[in-house]
């Protein structure tokens, strides 16, 4: 196997000669082998072991056998606990997923702390076709089919080509030590259920169901690949951006055959998992939406609009003192009196210092907000009414913030002064306002 692994990192990881390479150790058979097989060649390697207290004394004793195997060898070695269950209950997560989430985030972190390259994480091929019959097994895309990436930014995963059976035989050859986990025996969870017994009656009707299974996934990646390359092509026709918000032109979505597809494609990585919802949204009435853990897919006339979602209920009130000439949060916006008015446009207005009750206030519109739109000789509108005749979206109207004066609207900033704060014949200080 040694020699079948250099060889696979001479024609697939060329990239790591010479790198620092940190190597994710847990103690287990499959790590201890990644481990090995690294020390017999020549790279600059470190063990990282994470001790997650979920298995109470068996814990600890791998992290003492993780310590005894780095100091024996004189291999730099970087260990830390978890209070796992804590964290799980703490961010309302399973515990598999909240000792991924702490695994990852300090192995980031010593990457970039301690200045290594990469992860090494010793995931092998028959795990691959564990992930994959789980996926399988939940509903899936065709990403979920593709397997276990060999890598993933600065993760690497070296063993992919290699079975249980070959890491097993190399570690009795090499009379190589590790440690048990007790809870891989169990059938508590779904991956040791497929382990124990469908992935062994699936190599019981086919010997080489691994390799068959190996050549089944190149051939789903290669569809994903060409996906993805239809899935650029069509996203620069129907999506524009604009900061970090997403807009799909829902006419020339809608003319696609498979739009949905499409739309799972370009919003899969946003961690959306409501897809009949986000569906409908095409067809359905403006302001209907559906939101992932951190964003949301509003349904806006003719478009859906992707965007951070903002989750909080509290008003939002800024103060700006007479003597401020220059706020910055939540918006740019400056002060300065002026001799003359000269020309006045949406960024730019010019008011009677001396009808401003200070501190002024920048805050959202509310249902029921009313003002006088300049030009409109002192007749009141909704604001609700305005940002229909402005044909303003929702996220628009959402993104509008209003300049009051004692809870008057002076400005509704960017779009159009009010009526009651203009500069008449008898005007004796004037005030710029403008919006940067």
């Known amino acids: 196997m040694l020699q079948k692994f250099q060889n696979h990192l001479l024609n697939n990881f060329q990239f790591l000669k010479g790198k620092k390479l940190l190597l994710a150790t847990s103690g287990g058979i499959d790590s201890m ?18 001790n997650f207290q979920l298995r109470g004394v068996e814990s600890f004793e791998d992290q003492k056998f993780i310590q005894d195997y780095a100091d024996a060898n004189a291999v730099p070695v970087y260990i830390t606990q978890f209070d796992t269950k804590a964290f799980a209950e703490d961010y309302k997560l399973s515990t598999q997923v909240a000792a991924r989430e702490l695994r990852y ?3 980031y972190e010593l990457l970039e702390t301690e200045k290594y390259d990469y992860i090494l994480t010793a995931h092998h091929a028959d795990d691959n076709l564990e992930t994959f019959l789980i996926n399988l097994s939940r509903g899936t895309g065709l990403d979920g089919l593709t397997g276990i990436p060999e890598q993933n930014e600065n993760v690497v995963r070296p ?28 059938d508590k969870y779904v991956r040791n259920k497929i382990r124990h017994h469908l992935v062994p009656m699936l190599k019981e009707l086919n010997p080489n169901f691994l ?4 050549k089944t996934q190149n051939y789903l990646q290669e569809a994903q690949n060409m996906v993805d390359d239809a899935a650029i092509m069509v996203y620069q026709q129907v999506a524009v951006q604009e900061g970090e918000n997403i807009s799909f032109d829902l006419k020339k979505l809608k003319k696609l055959p498979n739009y949905k597809s ?14 009949d919802d986000i ?15 951190d964003y949301r897919l509003l349904k806006d006339r003719e478009s859906l609009i992707l965007s951070p979602s903002d989750f909080s209920t509290e008003k939002r009130e800024y103060f ?7 706020v910055n949060v939540p918006l740019n916006i400056s002060f300065s009196p002026v001799a003359d008015m000269a020309i006045v446009s949406n960024k730019t207005i010019f008011v009677d210092s001396d009808k401003l009750q200070f501190p002024l206030v920048l805050r959202h519109w509310e249902e029921g907000d009313q003002f006088q739109p300049f030009g409109m000789d002192g007749k009141s509108k909704k604001i609700s009414k305005f940002f229909k005749d402005e ?3 929702l996220l628009e109207k959402e993104n509008t913030w209003l300049l009051c004066s004692n809870d008057i609207i002076v400005w509704v900033v960017g779009l159009r002064q009010d009526e009651r704060f203009k500069i008449e014949n008898t005007t004796k200080n004037i005030l710029k306002i403008q919006l940067d």
């Open 33 to 50: 082998v990644m481990l090995h097989l690294f020390q017999q060649l020549d790279f600059e390697i470190a063990i990282a072991h994470c």
């Open 105 to 107: 985030n300090w192995f």
């Open 159 to 186: 063993l992919l080509a290699f079975s249980q059976q070959e890491i097993e035989d190399y570690a009795k050859l090499n009379h190589i030590k590790w440690q048990e986990d007790s809870s891989n025996a169990s």
């Open 211 to 214: 390799s068959s299974f190996h």
């Open 262 to 275: 499409y739309l799972y494609q370009w919003l899969n990585e946003f961690g959306f998992t409501a897809w």
């Open 279 to 293: 569906y409908d949204l095409v067809v359905s009435q403006s302001g209907k939406f559906v939101f992932s853990a």
């Open 320 to 326: 700006i003192d007479a003597n401020q000439t220059v």
């Open 391 to 393: 044909k303003l979206s």
